[in-house]
């Protein structure tokens, strides 16, 4: 199976940066279609952006269309979300999904599609 490693999140003002990075290992990520969600205290996981396995096609949920980049670097085994523009409600724990058996060009935007979690990291967006 395919473990995932989170990193890349921190405390950040609104309208500033941040990219996260999701690294496998144990299985080839090419294999995987992968997504990103999130989690705010008291709120149920929500989806943000996923990706297809070969990359060519990506979806994001409403609030992060246009500010949010989801991209795999499948000779590196990591998928990034690059986020701008950002929001304090924006403010989560954001955790990467792999979902194995995918189809390679179906794009997954559902939480119960995937098999695999990261850990989370933190994104704190202040005002």
Known sequence: ???LVDSGGGLVQAGGS??????ASGRT??????????QAP????EF????NRSGHSTRYADFVRGRFTISRDNAKNTV???MSSLKPEDTAVYYCAAKGSANYVTVYGNQYDYDYWGQGTQVTVSS
């Open 1 to 3: 199976q395919v473990q």
């Open 18 to 23: 941040l990219r996260l990075s999701c690294a």
């Open 29 to 38: 990520l090419s294999n995987y279609a992968m997504g990103w969600f999130r």
């Open 42 to 45: 008291g709120k149920e996981r």
């Open 48 to 51: 943000v952006a996923a990706i």
């Open 80 to 82: 990034y979300l690059q």
